[in-house]
Nanobody
Framework: QRDLVESGGGSVQAGGSLTLSCVYT???????SAWFRQTPGKEREGVAA???????SYSDSVKGRFTISKDNDKNTLYLQMNNLKPEDSAMYYC????????????????????WGQGTQVTVSS
């Protein structure tokens, strides 16, 4: 059993920044970690991931604006979001899985077994 707890969501104006955090259960394993987002009526889409070697990947929609990082000493996954746009508004979820490889572009929700409860991000124009 693993627990993932997101925080850091909120409301900002376009051009602003937010940092999301996801605290996970301590483990000796190196999980593949990712951030997904979802808006009502749409499928959950992956926006960023960091693999077990620490290599990040991003969706085209956030590349250059978002940064994913992980601090295993603090058991926390981060998503630094800069230059936010109204289309970034969504519920953001962190997710983890073992023995995953490749970029976030190749991942779907079916690839992940552990999920947080989500944190809402709202960007106003």
């Amino acid at each position: 059993q693993r627990d993932l707890v997101e925080s850091g969501g909120g409301s900002v104006q376009a051009g602003g920044s937010l940092t999301l955090s996801c605290v996970y259960t301590p483990t000796y394993n190196n999980y593949y970690s990712a951030w997904f987002r979802q808006t009502p009526g749409k499928e959950r889409e992956g926006v960023a991931a960091i693999d077990s070697y620490g290599s990040p990947s991003y969706s085209d929609s956030v590349k250059g604006r978002f940064t994913i990082s992980k601090d295993n000493d603090k058991n926390t996954l981060y998503l630094q979001m800069n230059n936010l746009k109204p289309e970034d508004s969504a519920m953001y979820y962190c997710a983890e899985e073992l023995n995953l490889y490749g970029t976030i572009a190749t991942k779907t929700t079916d690839d992940f077994g552990w999920w947080g409860q989500g944190t809402q991000v709202t960007v106003s124009s």
